[in-house]
């Protein structure tokens, strides 16, 4: 016999954990430098228009998901770095005052996956990212990996998302951890 109790947590969203960060780019030109033998992406830059954002990194809520926008508008030689053709970019909310991972990267355990990708002036991409829905109420900023190993930030907007997007799934990290020492939150196995 379901009490209400027992009715009300099947009802319940499961919660939501740390996921992974997706931001797949094509390059309109090859990489020079690359050794060969990464993944691709047919996922190419969009020409600005009059509604790209005239920033360079930006973050907007739109209909319960994160609209991410990289968009070059002044740079004519832009290059990203990129493991398999995903950008070298995650997710980061506040807690407290610090800011913590809200997406990992896998580990690229070949050398071969790491290159770069090329983002001609005037051009943009665009990732909508979904998120979880909470009444934890903070900050989100999207950062991005430059060619200097150095990243960049967009400017913090304000979310209502569920606290545990800081964690890994329970099942996932008997296995697994993120690690933060090499700055790009990665998917590591504990024992490394």
């Not at 030689?77 to 809200?102: H, I």
């Not at 050398?111 to 909508?128: P, T």
Request: charged share 20%; glycine share 4%.
């Amino acid at each position: 016999m379901l009490t209400a109790i027992t009715f009300a947590a099947l009802l319940a969203p499961p919660p939501v954990y740390m996921s992974r960060a997706t931001y797949p780019a094509g390059s309109t030109k090859e990489d020079p430098t690359a050794i060969g033998g990464f993944g691709t992406s047919n996922l190419l830059p969009t020409k600005n228009n009059s509604k790209t954002p005239k920033e360079f990194l930006t973050l907007a809520v739109v209909q319960g998901a994160v609209n991410v926008t990289i968009s070059n508008l002044d740079q004519p030689d832009l290059w990203l770095p990129a493991a398999d053709s995903n950008l070298r970019a995650w997710l980061e909310v506040q807690d407290g005052d610090t800011w913590k991972p809200a997406q990992f990267q896998y580990w690229a355990s070949c050398g071969n996956s790491y290159h770069k990708v090329f983002l001609e002036q005037g051009f943009h991409h665009q990732y909508k990212v979904e998120i979880p829905v909470g009444d934890w109420k903070t900050n989100m900023r999207f950062a991005l990996m430059t060619m200097d190993s150095k990243p960049k930030y967009s400017k913090p907007i304000s979310v209502s998302t569920a606290k545990t997007i800081m964690q890994l799934d329970p099942e996932k990290a008997t296995e697994y951890k993120v690690d933060t020492r090499w700055t790009i939150p990665t998917l590591l196995p504990k024992d490394m």
